[in-house]
């Protein structure tokens, strides 16, 4: 038996706790966001991974399309190639996004981004002791370089904003301080950068709150604020919705979660978190997976099956009890409608399937509502797909899954010693002793 219920009877029997802590809690959340996506940039930094000129610029379509409002697309300083990407880019002319390009605090830099006709543009630098320390600058250095590039920026015509890479493990005094000398300089959007995913959302909580009232309120200039996570220890998203709960209006993500190391907070978890809690983010939810599944084969790197929102199982069941109560009810075991983000449900038979497993996998695929099959004959067949799942060999469901990974190592390897080795004696080779050079 299966059961409709009204909007009203849902809020009864479904209790949810965001909506009941968000009240509690009294906190003033933004009504909406605008997504900056680093997919082209951050996300490119994925360990083997090089995008086409043609990939990007696809890319860069489905995401004006689906709703994203920054798209951060290279780093026009790096080489002429990088150059011409940028500028490719800039010239398709997106109907909603604006395009960025990313530049230190140099003037080099920043005459990179007036090359490709950029018209808004991010300035970074890493600020914490660390970074400090190793690039040989002192805080009032680095306040100089901040304010003498961004006002080099305005003087240009561009729209800036100003980043803090490593702000999380910065000393708080210089954090304040650069924030300060960004946003006086001219930054319109600012941006705390957790580098390399250190934050808690409790920390996040902390740190964020302190920057609005220790900078941004002081200065009265209603200056936005964006965060930037990475995923060293799952907490990307986390710590990204926290970031918009505490006044982050442009949190910044990757398509699947993409982004060196282990990552940057996932466009899809984003977004589907933010829009579920009631804050608008402007992307049209039921294309996730289509743009999900281009960029994954632009990147050759797979998605984990259980990935949330776009992987192949997130919304897939096999154990016969929680088939039987999803035909009661979807929401038994599912928290949102598939149709939302664009998915389909799936059932799945082998060890875990029961009774009406079957009989709904003999519906569905014969087409046939009113199958009158007598439970014993059902239980039958059970207990023979159960059985068939279990006989199914070990070693050689073993044996392929080590070829894939096999040629997903090739995949994934990147310039490899034999080529590196190559290279290197093709221009290094006098310097380089014969009994140090590597046998290829």
């Not at 996570?229 to 006044?247: K, R, S, Y």
């Not at 006989?391 to 469901?397: A, R, V």
Request: neutral net charge; contains cysteine; proline residues 5%.
């Amino acid at each position: 038996m299966s059961y409709k219920f009204t909007k009203e009877e849902l809020e009864e029997l479904l209790i949810d706790y965001n909506k009941v802590a968000l009240k509690e809690q009294k906190l003033d959340l933004p009504s909406k966001v605008c997504i900056w996506d680093e997919t082209l940039r951050d996300g490119e930094q994925s360990p083997t991974v090089y995008l086409t000129l043609d990939e990007k610029i696809h890319l860069t379509k489905l995401m004006d399309e689906i709703g994203v409002k920054l798209i951060a697309v290279g780093f026009p300083a790096v080489s002429k190639t990088e150059k011409k990407i940028v500028k490719a880019i800039v010239n398709e002319n997106c109907k909603h996004a604006t395009i960025l390009g990313i530049a230190r605090p140099k003037k080099e830099d920043i005459n990179a981004c007036i090359d490709v006709d950029l018209k808004e543009i991010v300035i970074f630098m890493p600020i914490s002791p660390i970074f400090r320390k190793t690039l040989k600058q002192t805080p009032e250095q680095q306040l100089e370089m901040i304010e003498e590039a961004i006002h080099y920026a305005k003087d240009n015509g561009f729209k800036v904003n100003w980043v803090s890479e490593d702000g999380t493990r910065c000393d708080f005094n210089h954090l304040v301080n650069v924030f300060k000398t960004a946003i006086e300089a001219g930054a319109e959007r600012i941006v705390l950068g957790d580098t390399v995913g250190v934050l808690t959302p409790c920390s996040t909580s902390y740190l964020i709150k302190r920057i609005k009232n220790e900078v941004i309120k002081p200065l009265k200039k209603g200056i936005p604020m964006g965060i930037h996570t990475h995923n060293d220890f799952g907490l990307a998203v986390a710590n990204t919705i926290t970031g918009v709960f505490e006044g982050c209006t442009y949190p910044h993500t990757c398509i699947n979660g993409y982004g060196e190391r282990a990552g940057n907070a996932a466009l899809e978890e984003v977004a589907t978190n933010l829009e579920r809690i009631g804050i608008k983010t402007g992307i049209d939810l039921t294309k996730l997976p289509e743009l999900s599944e281009i960029c994954e084969k632009y990147f050759c790197q797979p998605l984990a099956l259980n990935k949330a929102i776009v992987g192949e199982h997130a919304f897939s069941h096999e154990s016969g009890l929680h088939i039987a109560a999803i035909l009661a009810h979807p929401l038994t075991y599912e928290p949102i409608n598939p149709h939302i983000v664009g998915r389909r449900r799936k059932f799945y038979l082998g060890k875990f399937s029961g009774s009406k497993s079957i009989l709904n996998a003999l519906q569905q695929k014969i087409k046939v509502l009113d199958l009158d099959i007598p439970e014993e004959i059902i239980k039958r067949i059970v207990l023979e797909v159960k059985k068939k799942h279990e006989e199914t060999s070990k070693k050689e469901l073993r044996k392929s899954f080590k070829i894939i990974k096999q040629e997903l190592e090739k995949v994934t390897k990147g310039v490899g010693d034999k080529e590196f080795f190559e290279i290197v004696n093709k221009y290094a080779q006098p310097y380089v002793p014969d009994e140090f050079k590597p046998k290829i």
